[in-house]
């Protein structure tokens, strides 16, 4: 019921710069938080960085200064400009999303398809 589509993962090179987005759509009454997790391979999945609906922000301490979590107006897109790309951080990079269901008033946790992000010189 609710879609994430994720967008902007590509190979760059180590202390270049990429920009991630996210577009949430589907029954949604709200949403409460929007986030980026990623996972490497044998490794599980961590988080990168949320924002909630009053504009809070929380990031993993490897990617503080890094990192940018944003949203755009309608608060149904998430962004994440990244940049100083190091090789650690190299994983696939999955939005997340929390919030209300139209139909039922319940929450969900839903989670997007990902998109690789590749840093290699």
């Known amino acids: 019921q609710v879609q994430l589509v994720e967008s902007g993962g590509d190979l760059v090179q180590p202390g270049g710069s990429l920009r991630l987005s996210c577009a949430a759509s589907?029954?949604?009454?709200?949403?409460?938080?929007m986030g980026w997790y990623r996972q490497a391979p044998g490794k599980q999945r961590e988080l990168v960085a949320v924002?909630?609906?009053?504009?809070?922000?929380n990031y993993a301490d490897s990617v503080k200064g890094r990192f940018t979590i944003s949203r755009a107006d309608a608060k149904n897109t998430v962004y994440l400009q990244m940049n100083s790309l190091k090789s650690e951080d190299t994983a696939v990079y999955y939005c997340?999303?929390?919030?209300?269901?139209?139909?039922?008033?319940?929450?969900?946790?839903?989670w997007g398809q990902g998109t690789q992000v590749t840093v290699s010189s």
């Open positions: 924002i909630n609906s009053g504009g809070a922000t």
């Open positions: 589907g029954n949604i009454f709200s949403i409460n938080a």
């Open positions: 997340n999303a929390r919030g209300v269901w139209t139909s039922t008033r319940l929450g969900f946790d839903s």
